[in-house]
C-alpha cells in the first residue's frame, strides 16, 4: 500500500479500512508488546495506592485543590511515558512501513526505530 498518494474522495473513505484490514495483526501485536507493560503498571499503581483518577481529579478540579502528591506524580510518569510510546510507535512503524514498501514489516524493525527515536519523541512531547 503506498502511504503517499493522491486519492480521490471514495479512496480517502475506503483506504484507512483496508489498511487496518491488512496491518491490524502486526499493530495489535506492537501494541501488546510496547504499550501493554505501561498500561499494566498503570493498572497495578491505580490497584495499589487506590487512586480513582476520575473521581479525585474531578473533585479536585471543582474545588480547586489539585496536589502533586506522590500517587499522582507516579501516575503522571507513567502516562507520561505511555504517551511517548505510543507516539514512538506509530511513528517507527510508519517509517518503517514506507521504507519496506509494505513488504514484511517485523516487529525487530520497529524496536530498532523505537530504541532511535524514543528520547527524541520524549524530549518533544515534553516541550
Do not use: C
Request: aromatic residues 20%; hydrophobic residues 50%.
Amino acid at each position: 500500500m503506498e502511504l503517499y498518494k493522491k486519492r480521490d474522495f471514495g479512496e480517502l473513505i475506503s483506504t484507512p479500512f483496508i489498511f487496518f484490514g491488512k496491518e491490524i495483526k502486526i499493530l495489535l501485536t506492537g501494541i501488546v508488546i510496547f504499550i501493554g507493560p505501561f498500561i499494566l503498571s498503570e493498572i497495578v499503581l491505580i490497584r495499589w495506592f487506590g487512586f480513582h483518577p476520575v473521581e479525585d481529579i474531578y473533585t479536585q478540579v471543582q474545588n480547586f485543590q489539585y496536589s502533586f502528591d506522590g500517587t499522582s506524580s507516579f501516575m503522571m510518569i507513567f502516562s507520561f511515558f505511555q504517551n511517548v510510546m505510543l507516539y514512538t510507535f506509530i511513528g517507527s512503524y510508519i517509517k518503517v512501513l514506507h521504507t519496506k514498501e509494505s513488504r514484511n514489516v517485523e516487529i525487530n524493525d520497529i524496536w530498532i526505530e523505537i530504541k532511535r527515536f524514543f528520547w527524541p519523541f520524549a524530549g518533544a512531547l515534553m516541550l
